[in-house]
T-cell receptor
Framework: SQKIEQNSEALNIQEGKTATLTCNYTNYSPAYLQWYRQDPGRGPVFLLLIRENEKEKRKERLKVTFDTTLKQSLFHITASQPADSATYLCALGTYIPTFGRGTSLIVHP | DGGITQSPKYLFRKEGQNVTLSCEQNLNHDAMYWYRQDPGQGLRLIYYSQIVNDFQKGDIAEGYSVSREKKESFPLTVTSAQKNPTAFYLC????????????FGPGTRLTVL
């Protein structure tokens, strides 16, 4: 069956460091992959989309890679700040996205 | 101020009662979606609509119903047939139904007493 895996354990890092979150998938051939940020008690907010024929996408301090051979996406936040603390969801699909469970990021000052 | 709104933010219901969650968007989006989120779980698709007067079941449609009479509105009814309705409900919209960015509302937290 199709499966999306994000680390269920929270990622704790120090302010200023680069945070790297992982999204692995099995039994999928997605046309695209998206990353969203979700704060407690709120709806997710779209961050980045990367398509199957793209290797890397950047937006300000954010970088996403997409390796269809490894079936993995990495999401990087450089120069992390406490305000980056949130849950980050990956979503992938060929039409309507399927969401992973998300990974909580905690940036310590 | 464009966006997507959901009401109410918190909703309490007695067992056996139907309840309707509101979702409105002024983004002129064609596609709208309803998701359910449980603690530690990903978003699960309940229903989606790509165009007015048309909608399709998602992965967990049992016990729910929807309507799409207007482009800007996509209400969700949680019926008494839904065995475990306590959850966080999220409505989203996108320009079309194909890979577009989804814009989410603030969510409604439903608690069954």
């Amino acid at each position: 069956s199709q499966k999306i895996e994000q680390n269920s354990e929270a990622l704790n890092i120090q302010e200023g460091k680069t945070a790297t979150l992982t999204c692995n998938y099995t039994n999928y051939s997605p046309a695209y992959l998206q990353w969203y940020r979700q704060d407690p008690g709120r709806g997710p907010v779209f961050l980045l989309l990367i398509r199957e024929n793209e290797k890397e996408k950047r937006k300000e301090r954010l970088k996403v890679t997409f390796d269809t051979t490894l079936k993995q996406s990495l999401f990087h936040i450089t120069a992390s700040q406490p305000a980056d603390s949130a849950t980050y969801l990956c979503a992938l699909g060929t039409y309507i996205p399927t969401f992973g469970r998300g990974t909580s990021l905690i940036v310590h000052p | 101020d464009g966006g997507i709104t959901q009401s109410p933010k918190y909703l309490f219901r007695k067992e056996g009662q139907n309840v309707t969650l509101s979702c409105e968007q002024n983004l002129n989006h064609d596609a709208m979606y309803w998701y359910r989120q449980d603690p530690g779980q990903g978003l699960r698709l309940i229903y989606y609509s790509q165009i007015v007067n048309d909608f399709q079941k998602g992965d967990i449609a049992e016990g729910y119903s929807v309507s799409r009479e207007k482009k800007e509105s996509f209400p969700l009814t949680v019926t008494s047939a839904q065995k475990n309705p306590t959850a966080f409900y999220l409505c989203a919209s996108s320009a079309s139904g194909d890979t577009d960015t989804q814009y989410f509302g603030p969510g409604t937290r439903l608690t069954v007493l």
